[in-house]
Structure formats: C-alpha cells, structure tokens
C-alpha cells in the first residue's frame, strides 16, 4: 500500500493533474455558490474533454469538482435560504437565522473548517475500510435498507423537538408527494389526473425552492430589512472556526453519519447533511436552539455532506455502484480512460485508489482555504437592503424553476410549494421532513415492495430489521421524553422565535383537516388501482389521518388548559400592516411569473427588479446596476451554460411578433 501510495502521489503531484485539479476545484466553488444550480452540470459539460484524459488527470480533474461540490454551496443558504445544492440544504435551518443575527461570517467559518474536515475524515475511513467494508455492505437486503429509509424519515420527522407529530405528518406530505406520478412496478399514473405534466412526478427543486427560499424572502420583505438585522458583521469568522473545535464530537460523529449514508447505495446522499442535523437534535444540549442560529446546526450537516463523497467513492470503486448521480457520471469517465471498479481496485489498480484518496484530502483543503478568503466579501451580502436581495433571489427562484424540465407547469408548481411553504413556516410546521421525504419516499416503496414480492412478511423477522426497529422506536420516543421532562405548555417553532397563539392553533387545526382530506380522497381514488400501486396510500391515509386526529387533539388540550388567559393575537395573523406586507411580496411573487408567461423571461425579470427596487425606495442607479446584473448572470447561466429554450410569451405569440 505504500509503494501505490507513493505511486499516486507523485503522478497526482505532476503539472498536468494538479493544474487540473485546481481547475476542477475552481469551477466546482463556482458553480456550487449558484443557487439552484450545483456542480452535476459542471460534470455534464466537462465529461466529453474528461474521457479523452489519461487516468491520473481524470482522477485529479473530476475528483476535484466532485470531492468539493458541498463547500462553496454554503455561500446561497446561509445568505438568502436558497440551497446551493441538495447537500446544503439542512445547512439553510441554522445558516439563515445566523446571517440574520449578523453572524454570517462566524457560519461561514464553521461551515468551511467543518467542510474539510469532513471530508478528510472520509477520505481516511476510505482508505481504511476497502478491505472491510465489501462483506458487509452486501449483507444488506431490501428489509434493511427499507427500514434504514424509515428510520432516515422518523429521525427527520422529529427534529421540531416540541412538536414532532407535526414533523411526522410533514413527512408523510413529502412521501405522498414522491408517489405522484408513473408507478413503475404498476404502469399506474397516480394523481396525473390525464395529462402530461405529472406522469414523470414533481422535481425536488421545485420543492426545495418553493419551501426554503420564497418563505424566507417573503419574511424580507415583510420586515423590511437587511438580512442581518444589526448594523455589523463583526469579526466572527475566526469564532466560527473556533466554535468547530469546541464541538469536535459533533463534527466527528456527524462525519461518520456521512460517511455511511454515502456507502450505502442508493440511500440518496442527498439526505447525508439531514440524517446529521437530526443526530444533532436529538443528542446535543438545549436543543430548543436549534433553528434559531445555533451554529451547531452549521456544523452538523457540513461535516456531514463532504464525508459523504469519500463514503460515496466506496461502492463505487468497489463494486461499480456510484453512490451519487454525480459519481455515476464520474464513474462513466472513470471506465472510460481504463479505471476498472471492483477486485482490480484493490490489487492490479491500487495506485488509482490511493490517488483518489489523496485527490479528497489535497481537494478539501483547498477548497476551504479558497472558500474562507472569500467569506467576508460574501458575508456583505447580508448587509444590503431587502429591496435588492428580495427580487434577485425570486427572479433566481422563477428561472431555476422554468429550468427544471422547461414548461410553464414547472413555475406553477414552484408558486403552489411557495404558499406551502409560508404556510408550514408561519404555522410552525418543520419543513426539513416534508423535503427528505419526497427523496426518499420512493426507495421507500421500492425496499418495501422487494422486500414483500421476496420474502412476503418473514422479512420482519430479521435481526437485522429488529435492530433497526428499535433503533427507530428509540428515535421517535426520543423527543416525547424530552418534551415531557421540560413540561413545557407553550410550543416554540424551529423556524425562528414563533409563539403559537389560541388564533394560530386554530388556523393550525383548519390546515391539518385540510391535510387530512387530501390524504382521505387520495385513499378513495386509489381503489380504482391495482393493489400494488395503492399500497403505500393506503399506509400513508392509515398513518397520516390518526397522527392529524392526535394533533388536532394536542391544540384541544392546549387551548381548553389556557383558557382566557391566551392572547388571541398570533403570527398567522399578526398585524394588518404585517399581512399586507405579506400579501405585497406574494403579489409580486405572482406578477412576476405572470410576466414570464406573457411578454417573456428577459423582459419580465428586468421590469420586476427594476419597479420593486423603485417602488421601495432604491435609487434608479441601484435599479438600472442590478439590473443589468442580473440580465448578465441570466443570459450567461440558462441562456448559455444550460442552453434554456424561453418559449415563445404569450402575448406575442396572439400578436403574431414572434422573438425579435
């Protein structure tokens, strides 16, 4: 092992692979701190020239974009809640409220040492565990991996500490959404209701976008403010970095989180940064303050999602199955230019493993270095006006969400999770689990139907699956327990310091019957199906009306305890001027998309951001520069890197104008 290493290093070492390496990191950095975007395009666009490379540039290059693809992505989710990637995501929950706090630098400078780490540590249990890890990773059948879903959902649909039913029905929202769409096993078209648009199911961006971001930019623009509502950012980078040290076991258990999400296959590495931000819920002190800026919350998931990658590089190289679609398309260069995965990684090809190892390490340093130079400048952000960072982030929301399969449908979509999504956050529903759930709400029927067609339901009895199965008991009593030690009678939200009033739980009660009726008709529309196709509606309907039913129940005992003595006044109501502020943003949320359909993107995008500047108060100077910024970064992002085709606006096609 020592001679490959030495082998690996000195090739890795020479001009031409590290000149490509810090080209691959570069651009990875770039493309990661474009919301919305993320480095799989990157990989798509660069894989032709990739293939054509010698095996150790190729290492270098791909390894050098993917290895580091959840570092620069923290820039969008602490800034303006928009996730750089799907890695980031759980990183928006703290991230956001500390930029509000004024401590985007300190999030960032925990982010970024925390980042690293991380994947060094996978990178190291990589090297370590090849020879290990192969029997045990096929020991694992669809029982276990469906109850390591289950157990992924419960440990997520708990992380709201003081009301975990509503996190489990929010998860349960996220699996429901997930089986929108063709049935593969059945060829049943569930809830298409005969048309087009939905057979192929509802993209996670959409989702992703419509929960965090419009929310958080609708609150903006209510307050009226900077992000960061102090006047300074201080001199919190260092404290970020020192506060990484202070929580070192987090950061080394939530890297081995990371590392295990990534070497099980098709567990979705996409829910790394999730499963560790719930680890930290559930095993740290004061829990009750995450959500609110707890750099623990910080720490957690990104020490989880680059250990992730070096976990993920596992079954790729060691069975040919890539832990990550970005390692698919790595994988696909990889055999291309004569890299073999399997037994031959491990003897006639070890330097080519040693290499990859010493690529994730030289990698991740050099990417947090990068990223720490630029966190002040970014940090700034934070500190400009609402009425410039609100219609930058929404007319980014709008064009990322055409982009995802590129029809109109697509921004409709966006807008319907938007209102979800404020609803969920002013209501206090945790909307982490709705999200993983629709990721991982379709391996969940997949493992449980293999599982079934397999083994019927003997598969219940494996040790494996009763380990788990306590695991999960032990998980979601877990909360319950706390709750009832603190012996609280006020619930507190995760998504900031929100009080639900007798007003609110009311509200609450109205959207949970909603919820509830939506879970009832599907049920009933699911009996015209084949059994198979229906199952997991009827498991959804059986588990997710009784959960409502407790909830609705929890608001009962709450508000007949309280009596007159609650404040009918609440968040969801709030004062006339906060909902007209609300309503305000809503409607310009609205006219935007309204505007891209009738007289198109370019045209709509620079009149919105050029009024809403305006209309708030922003000089023409700052209207006419953002602008022009955003027309620039637009045309050079869909127009030309994703080759987005703008169909022809409604307007012109009834006037018969045609593009000019």
């Not at 910024?629 to 703008?646: G, K, P, R, T, Y």
Request: charged fraction near 10%; proline fraction near 5%.
């Amino acid at each position: 092992m020592l001679d490959a290493l030495y082998i690996a290093v000195t090739e890795i070492l020479k001009p031409w692979p590290l000149t490509l390496m810090a080209l691959g990191i570069l651009g990875s950095s770039f493309f990661a701190a474009l919301p919305g975007i993320g480095v799989l395009l990157l990989i798509t666009i660069v894989l032709p020239f990739a293939i054509t490379l010698d095996p150790y540039p190729a290492i270098a290059f791909l390894l050098g974009i993917g290895a580091v693809s959840n570092t620069a992505n923290t820039f969008p989710s602490v800034l303006i809640a928009v996730p750089g990637s799907a890695g980031s995501q759980a990183t928006i929950v703290d991230g956001f409220p500390m930029a509000q706090k004024g401590e985007a630098k300190r999030a960032f400078g925990a982010a970024f040492v925390a980042s690293p780490l991380g994947g060094i540590f996978g990178a190291v249990v990589l090297l370590l565990s090849l020879p290990i890890l192969k029997p045990l990773v096929l020991s694992f059948g669809s029982p276990e991996f469906l109850m390591l879903v289950i157990w992924g959902l419960s440990a997520v649909g708990v992380l709201s500490g003081t009301a975990p039913v509503k996190g489990l029905i929010a998860a349960i929202i996220g699996v429901f959404i997930s089986t929108i769409g063709m049935d593969n096993k059945t060829g049943v078209e569930r809830f298409s209701f005969e048309g087009e648009y939905l057979v192929d199911g509802i993209s996670l961006i959409l989702v992703g976008l419509g929960l965090f971001a419009v929310p958080e930019m609708i609150g903006l623009a209510r307050r009226r403010t900077s992000i960061a509502e102090t006047e300074g950012l201080g001199h919190g980078l260092f404290e970020g970095i020192k506060d990484v040290f202070r929580n070192k076991w987090l950061a080394i258990r939530c890297s081995v989180i990371g590392v295990w999400v990534g070497v099980l296959p098709g567990l979705g590495s996409s829910v790394a940064d999730w499963f560790a931000y719930a680890h930290a819920v559930q095993t740290e002190k004061n829990p009750e303050k995450f959500g609110k800026g707890d750099v623990r919350g910080v720490i957690a998931p990104e020490s989880a999602n680059n250990a992730k990658e070096g976990g993920a590089l596992i079954p790729t190289i060691a069975f040919g199955i890539p832990g990550s679609t970005s390692l698919a398309l790595i994988l696909i260069a990889f055999i291309s230019v004569g890299i073999t995965p399997g037994s031959a990684m491990l003897t006639d090809q070890l330097p080519y493993t040693m290499a990859m190892i010493f690529v994730l390490v030289i990698a991740n340093i050099f990417a947090a270095s990068l990223a720490i130079g630029a966190a002040g400048q970014f940090a700034k952000l934070s500190l400009m006006p609402f009425y410039i960072i609100v219609p930058m982030t929404l007319v980014l929301c709008v064009s990322a969400a055409f982009a995802a399969h590129f029809v109109w449908w697509d921004i409709l979509t966006f807008l319907v999770f938007s209102v979800l999504g404020y609803l969920m956050k002013v209501l206090d529903w945790p909307r982490p689990p709705l999200l993983v759930a629709v990721v991982l709400g379709g391996q969940l029927e997949t493992y449980l139907w293999l599982s079934n067609a397999r083994y019927g339901w003997d598969w219940l009895t494996g040790p494996g699956v009763i380990a788990i199965l306590i695991l999960i008991i032990l998980t979601l009593l877990m909360p319950f327990i706390r709750k009832r030690r603190q012996r609280k009678n006020v619930s507190t939200s995760t998504d900031g310091d929100i009080v639900l009033s007798k007003n609110d739980r009311l509200w609450d009660v109205g959207f949970i019957l909603v919820i509830s009726s939506i879970l009832v008709g599907a049920a009933y529309i699911s009996t015209d199906w084949v059994l198979r196709g229906a199952l997991v509606i009827y498991f959804l309907a059986g588990i997710g009306v009784p959960l409502g039913v407790l909830q609705v129940f929890l608001h009962w005992r709450w508000i007949s305890s309280s009596g007159s003595k609650t404040n009918l006044t609440g968040v969801t109501r709030g004062s006339r001027e906060g909902v007209v502020r609300s309503l305000q943003a809503f409607a310009w949320l609205f006219a935007l998309a309204a505007g891209v359909w009738a007289i198109g993107f370019h045209i709509a995008a620079g009149a919105f951001v050029v009024l809403f500047i305006r209309h708030y108060g922003g000089r023409w100077v700052e209207a006419l520069v953002i602008f022009v910024l955003s027309e620039v970064f637009i045309i050079a992002v869909f127009d030309l890197l994703l080759n987005v085709f703008w169909p022809t606006p409604a307007l012109f096609e009834i006037f018969g104008l045609g593009w000019f």
